[in-house]
């Protein structure tokens, strides 16, 4: 089972691909153009690319946490609401994950630093140490990688 994994950001969205347990990609779209529709513009498009390239079967998507910015929290759920958008429009069954979850099911300890996820989610997939990946892509692995172990 072909899954995808969401980290989304109002600046970057990590994506990570999982075909069951094994490791097909992470990377993250970052769209560096200030004017905030133009950014959403940007991202939809290069996630629907996403979408047609790795033609997941199932989505896990990192759900929001708290957020003292009002401004940013708002730009955070435009974002959430293409990706959820464009994965509804290719018919891809979606589940939220909370932050907490995804961390307490890579690593045991649902308070765990992104450095401990970094490490056991390239350990679950076999990734050499060596492999760069931005905290973005990881944490799109790490909730790809609780999804599967929910499925299971």
């Known amino acids: 089972m072909r899954i995808i994994g969401i980290d989304p950001g109002t600046k970057k969205l990590g994506i990570g691909v999982i ?3 094994d490791f097909i990609a992470a990377f993250t779209i970052n769209v560096g153009i200030s004017d905030f529709q133009m950014r959403l513009f940007k991202l939809a498009e290069q996630f ?6 790795y033609t997941p079967d199932v989505a896990f998507l990192e759900s929001t946490i708290y957020h003292k910015n009002v401004k940013t929290a ?3 759920g ?3 609401g293409i990706v959820l958008l464009l994965l509804a ?3 891809i069954e979606t589940f939220e994950l909370s932050p907490t979850r995804v961390k307490g099911s890579i690593t045991g300890n649902g308070q765990a630093k992104k450095q401990q996820v970094a490490y056991m989610v390239k350990r679950l997939l076999n990734i ?3 492999t760069f990946l931005d905290e973005h892509a990881t944490d799109a692995l790490a909730c790809a990688l609780a999804g599967f172990k929910s499925l299971s």
């Open 19 to 21: 075909d069951d347990r």
């Open 48 to 53: 629907r690319k996403v979408l047609k390239d």
């Open 74 to 76: 708002i730009q955070l």
């Open 128 to 130: 050499s140490e060596d």
């Open 78 to 80: 435009a974002v959430r």
């Open 89 to 91: 429009e290719a018919k």
